[in-house]
């Protein structure tokens, strides 16, 4: 059995800042790309960060220079500071972590239960 939990999320003034972690825990053989998607109210998932094992990054346009991806391989941990935050970042943040979680099995995308993060004054 494999957990995503995430914490960090609540409401902060827009020009804020908050850093979300994410643990992955169990039966986890191997962790490839781990990220951070968002979604917020009447639209849908979208893709914020993601950083791989060896440490390639991608972000969406829309963050970038604000948000940073990081990552702990020894505690299995995904990070995402952001900074200068804006109304429109409100979202409920996922977590995400490609893993395998035995042998001859192939890598499978789990998901956290999801974070709010909520930017008003």
């Known amino acids: 059995q494999v957990q995503l939990v995430e914490s960090g999320g609540g409401l902060v003034q827009p020009g804020g800042s908050l850093r979300l972690s994410c643990a992955a825990s169990?039966?986890?053989?191997?962790?490839?790309?781990m990220g951070w998607y968002r979604q917020a109210p009447g639209k849908e998932r979208e893709l914020v960060a993601t950083?791989?094992?060896?440490?390639?990054?991608n972000y969406v346009d829309s963050v970038k220079g604000r948000f940073t991806i990081s990552r702990d391989n020894a505690k299995n941990t995904v990070y995402l500071q952001m900074n200068s935050l804006k109304p429109e970042d409100t979202a409920v943040y996922y977590c995400?972590?490609?893993?395998?979680?035995?042998?001859?099995?192939?890598?499978?995308?789990?998901w956290g239960k999801g974070t709010l993060v909520t930017v008003s004054s």
């Open positions: 995400c972590a490609d893993l395998q979680t035995r042998y001859y099995d192939n890598y499978k995308r789990y």
């Open positions: 169990g039966s986890i053989l191997s962790l490839n790309t």
């Open positions: 950083i791989t094992r060896h440490g390639s990054i």
